[in-house]
């Protein structure tokens, strides 16, 4: 049992480059997230999915889109990349019912320079 | 004010001691509570969820105190491998919507 599996592990773009950041969960999850994490300023939420077909904006979406492909996979993509999207990008999921925590995957290290 | 403060650390403890986190939340609409912990470069991993009667996990205990709004963690005979940045998640309600993380306290156990 995989759990949450992001994809790439490291990555490194130049200003103006875009990618995507990959992210499946195999434990049926309804909801899945998106978080940054820079040194000082803790986890930030960039991205929501409460269920299949649904996103909304969090704490920090600006310069970013989202795709809930299905009910396992939740992309985040960068379409021009800026030095203050370097980061820890971490991808979340959790049943979203009563008191179920989150799940993260391991996380993709992005150096925009 | 924060939505989830936590002590600001670090914490340097010897091996064997006895460790306690406090963590305050501002929102008494919060619903579920847990403990993360966070080694360097790595994903948060659950470490436990917090309940009203309050738990214990070997040598874990966490503390719910809804009326003044805070949660704590008792780590008892640390051990070096507790050495990490233990992270206090409080969600504001209970269909997984939102979830808010403190900024963390961070733990070194020395030998």
Partial sequence: NAGVTQTPKFQVLKTGQSMTLQCAQDMNHNSMYWYRQDPGMGLRLIYYSASEGTTDKGEVPNGYNVSRLNKREFSLRLESAAPSQTSVYFCASTPSRGNSPLHFGNGTRLTVT | ?111
């Fill in chain 2, 1 to 111: 004010r924060k939505e989830v403060e936590q002590d600001p650390g670090p914490f340097n403890v010897p091996e064997g001691a006895t460790v306690a986190f406090n963590c305050t939340y501002s929102n008494s609409a919060s619903q579920s509570f847990f403990w993360y912990r966070q080694d360097c470069r790595k994903e948060p991993k659950l470490l436990m969820s917090v309940y009203s009667s309050g738990n214990e996990d070997g040598r874990f205990t966490a503390q719910l105190n809804r009326a003044s709004q805070y949660i704590s963690l008792l780590i008892r005979d640390s051990k070096l491998s507790d050495s990490a940045t233990y992270l206090c998640v409080v969600n504001i309600d209970n269909y997984g919507q939102n979830f808010v993380f403190g900024p963390g306290t961070r733990l070194s156990v020395l030998p």
